[in-house]
């Protein structure tokens, strides 16, 4: 599997893993939330929620991805624009997404309420639909392109939802301000953007 691995298809996976995953959304900013309102150690749970639910989501995409692409490469363009123009709907949300909002004092949420939370947000089906669609990594083997992203892509889940959670406490005065958040999202809006017009062109 390793000798016909892609390189370039894996550094476009993880750039846009990236981009896309990383970006402020339901479940990175309630990750961030959670840990800034309740310290890192009693936010562990729901993180294991929101990794085990993004996980799921990443399993769901991929067997309906993988199926279709290898069985209807056809779809392949449709698809390719279809995440374009999420991608760029998703830059202008983060552009002009609010500062973080203050925490409310209630108890900590558990892992169950990461998982629902995870499996119940519309921006992780179109994110990691668009970012496992777009790249192959075993352009030969459907199968073992399938299981390397989806390796991938759950330690990609696992580390950016870690991040997100440890920038909780230390970015949590940022985030709050408006004009640092402002900056922070426009930042990551033109990442997604570059990110687009390089697999584009």
């Not at 339901?26 to 310290?39: M, R």
């Not at 005065?173 to 640092?180: E, I, M, S, Y």
């Amino acid at each position: 599997m390793l000798q016909s691995l892609s390189l370039s298809g894996l550094i476009a996976l993880l750039i846009s893993a990236a981009a896309l995953m990383a970006s402020p959304g339901p479940a990175t900013l309630s990750v961030t939330a959670t840990s800034a309102a309740y310290g890192l150690r009693r936010s562990l749970g729901y993180v294991i929620g929101i990794n085990l639910g993004t996980i799921a989501v990443l399993l769901t995409m991929a067997l309906g991805a993988s199926a279709l692409l290898f069985a209807l490469p056809q779809l392949a363009l449709p698809i390719t624009i279809l995440a374009a123009l999420y991608i760029l709907y998703l830059a202008y949300r983060i552009a002009t997404a609010p500062p973080l909002s203050e925490a409310d004092g209630r108890p900590a949420p558990g892992w169950l309420a990461g998982f629902a939370l995870a499996i119940a947000n519309p921006k992780a089906y179109l994110a990691i639909g668009a970012v496992y669609a777009q790249a192959k990594l075993v352009p030969a083997d459907a199968l073992s392109d399938a299981v390397l992203k989806c390796l991938i892509l759950s330690l990609a889940i696992i580390a950016i939802h870690a991040l997100w959670a440890l920038a909780g406490s230390a970015l949590t005065g940022a985030l709050r301000d408006p004009k640092a958040s402002r900056l922070i999202n426009l930042a990551l809006a033109a990442s997604l953007v570059v990110v687009l017009l390089i697999d584009l062109v």
